[in-house]
């Protein structure tokens, strides 16, 4: 909604204004501080426990190998925990486990311990995780809030998070070295491992005591689902049989792949453009700055691109920046073009968890979470294994580029191919997940990349759609009634009746009979009064109250007057757009009624064109949340008013946000 979106400030401050979310936010943020501690302790340690470079390197990866590998094993499994069992208490379990394990690695002190120990502390992580992820849409007040958790959530793990970790694992270092000397090394990492755990025994408590709200059904309703494998086939059939879902984990993959492949030879890579742990060192930053920075952009973009098609757009986006890296003679080329693959990785990555929270419901959700996870770790683990099989068996080779020395190795052509399998994969995602097909996304990521919007003035566009034709006619007149009241200067265009007469009149005076010439004829009424109506009134910041704008005229007039020749429906919504000049409703408010009831008491269209209207612009509701108001259209006029401006008020501009009271040109 371009429009009627809040700053970001606003919409971080509506969402941390919720209690239960604000602390579940700060327990996330905890535990993320203490993931990223007790790597650096872990790791740390493990080459403490051994001695010599070949055993201090088979420690660090045993340290990464056992955390990567409870995932591949009983990811699935931990999903079906989390939507069967009370979410509240296996978070509860999980850190009261991690507690008593953090602290039994200094207590126990041997490198055989310290893999047990993280093995069954990433078994932890992987049951609480999907617990917490699946609980957040359940703490929020609107579905709109859940992308901004998501920012939220991510922003911390893998920013804040990351920097607060390093900060003090830096400062326990420096003070041990400080009063223990050379010495000091093993109890500084002792003491980090003791802090985290404690740590995890004030999040077990705080979730216990202060965030009831997680455990969401009753326990009763949970321990009454399926079995654990009914619960697991179920699932799988879900992802399988879902496009929304099969094309996430076919982008997941690309994404990842592409991601394990600059991870395992970006070592290699640095050398080759002439850098050494310098350089391995920018590149990295670069890829968390490039991450931080898309996750900032991703809400402003999806207020003008659907989810379902900004996730895809973003992976194959990520897979052209990987080919740039891949082809890049410089290191200042090279980090830029990495940051391009973080950001676009960044969207993609919120993208995916908004999608998941918003369009998955709550009873499969833990089970998606965990599968993501899953496929996430075994992707990345799986590309880091065979990217330096691969680098290894490609031999370097400097060719002259325009006089400039280039050196080819496997790093470069690992990449190139990374690159082109991520945009290939993107593609094959975007298409599973795209329900817009007849609308081509190249007009919408240029006005999501746009600084400004293509319409002028600072007005509000309002649409009522779907019902009765008399019933949007009498609602769009109660809102706009209502905001009047509200002090709110609004302007209503003649519609409904008014629009069906002119159109009757131009096409009688006209002598048009064919379906499409007077679809043509439904569309200059509509283009006339945006041009004459409509844009003004939004350039003098009025709200603009329509009656059925976009989708139901030209589909109504189009049938309806073909008789039994039906249009197709992406012609007539490229028709509208062209109608238009694409503007668009700020916010739709979809009147909603089963077919049966609503069927029988349409004017002037047959009952079998009323529910294709309904479903199409349900569907575009689906594909679209951001731009819709869902609204239950049973009961009285008043009750459903009611609906609408309740429904509508957490877009409306907050009161100091108002256009001043001026005269409006009707």
């Known amino acids: 909604m371009p429009r009627l979106s809040a700053p970001t400030s606003h919409r971080v401050r509506s969402v941390l204004a919720i209690p239960a979310f604000r602390r579940l936010w700060l327990v996330t943020s905890v535990a993320g501080i203490c993931d990223w501690m007790s790597l650096l302790a872990l790791s740390a340690l493990a080459t403490q426990l051994t001695s010599g470079y070949t055993a201090q390197s088979f420690a660090l990866g045993g340290v ?45 002190g041997s ?100 965030i009831p709200e997680i455990s969401g059904r009753a326990t009763e309703q949970r321990a009454a689902a399926p079995g654990l494998l009914a619960l ?181 052509v690992v990449m190139l191919a990374g690159g082109a399998v991520a945009s290939v994969v993107g593609m094959l995602a975007y298409r599973q997940m795209d329900d817009r097909r007849t609308e081509p996304i190249l007009p919408d990521l240029l006005a999501a990349l746009r600084r400004g919007e293509p319409r002028q003035g600072a007005g509000v566009l309002i649409a009522v759609e779907g019902a009765p034709a008399e019933e949007t006619t009498e609602q769009a007149a109660r809102l706009a009634e209502r905001l009047r009241a509200a002090g709110y200067p609004v302007v209503v265009p003649d519609g409904g009746q008014r629009d069906r007469e002119r159109w009757s009149a131009a096409t009688r005076e006209a002598a048009l009979s064919g379906a499409r010439a007077k679809a043509l004829a439904a569309a200059a009424v509509r283009a006339d009064q945006v041009e004459r109506v409509i844009r003004p009134a939004l350039v003098q910041g009025a709200v603009v109250v329509v009656d059925r704008f976009l989708v139901s005229p030209l589909v109504q007039f189009g049938v309806a007057a073909g008789g039994h020749v039906e249009l197709d429906t992406g012609e007539l919504e490229n028709l509208a757009a062209w109608a238009t000049g694409r503007l668009r409703p700020d916010v739709s408010v979809l009147l909603d009624r089963a077919p049966s009831d609503a069927a029988p008491r349409t004017v002037g269209v047959a009952g079998e064109e009323h529910v294709r209207v309904q479903r199409l612009l349900t569907r575009m509701a689906a594909a679209e949340p951001h731009r819709y108001v869902v609204v239950d259209a049973d009961g009285s006029p008043d009750e459903v008013a009611e609906r609408v401006f309740r429904g509508l008020a957490p877009v409306l501009p907050e009161p100091a946000q108002r256009p001043a009271d001026a005269e409006v040109a009707p």
Not at 70 to 77: D, H, Q
Not at 78 to 106: E, H, N, Q, T, W
Not at 125 to 142: C, E, G, H, T
Not at 261 to 268: H, P
Request: with cysteine; charged share 10%; aromatic share 10%.
């Open 232 to 412: 697991l086939r179920d699932g799988a059939t879900f992802v399988v049989r879902t496009p929304l879902i099969r094309g996430l984990v076919i982008g997941i993959i690309g994404a990842f792949a592409a991601g394990g492949t600059v991870v395992g030879s970006a070592t290699l890579y640095a050398a080759s453009l002439g850098g050494g742990n310098a350089a391995y060192g920018v590149l990295f930053a670069s890829v968390f700055i490039g991450l931080a920075l898309g996750m900032g952009a991703a809400p402003r973009m999806a207020r003008r691109i659907p989810h379902n098609r900004l996730f895809g757009a973003a992976i194959v986006a990520a897979g052209v920046a990987l080919v740039l890296v891949a082809v890049s003679p410089h290191l200042f080329v090279a980090i830029g073009a990495v940051m391009l693959v973080g950001g676009f990785a960044g969207i993609a990555f919120l993208t995916g968890l908004t999608i998941i929270g918003l369009q998955v419901a709550d009873e499969i959700r833990g089970r998606i979470v965990a599968f993501v996870q899953s496929i996430v770790r075994l992707t990345l683990l799986g590309s880091m294994a065979l990217v330096p099989v691969i680098v290894g068996l490609v031999s370097a080779r400097r060719v002259d580029v325009f006089g400039y020395p280039f050196l080819i190795d496997g790093t470069r």
């Open 111 to 210: 490198l055989w311990w310290l893999f047990i120990a993280t093995f069954l502390i990433e078994i932890c992580a992987l049951f609480w995780i999907p617990s917490k992820d699946a609980s957040v849409p359940n703490l929020l007040r609107r579905p709109d809030q859940v992308e901004t958790a998501n920012q939220l959530n991510l922003v911390m793990t893998y920013g804040v998070a990351v920097i607060t970790a390093s900060g003090l694992f830096t400062v326990l270092s420096s003070v041990g070295g400080f009063f223990g000397g050379a010495d000091s090394a093993l109890p500084t990492v002792f003491l980090a491992l003791v802090l985290s755990g404690v740590a995890y025994l004030i999040i077990a408590l705080t979730v216990l005591f202060r």
């Open 64 to 108: 990464v190998a056992t955390k990567l590998l409870p995932a591949l094993v009983l990811g699935p499994l931990a999903g079906a925990l989390a939507d069967k069992f009370d979410r509240r208490r296996v978070m509860v379990v999980c850190d009261l486990l991690r507690f008593v394990l953090f602290v039994s690695i200094p207590l126990v």
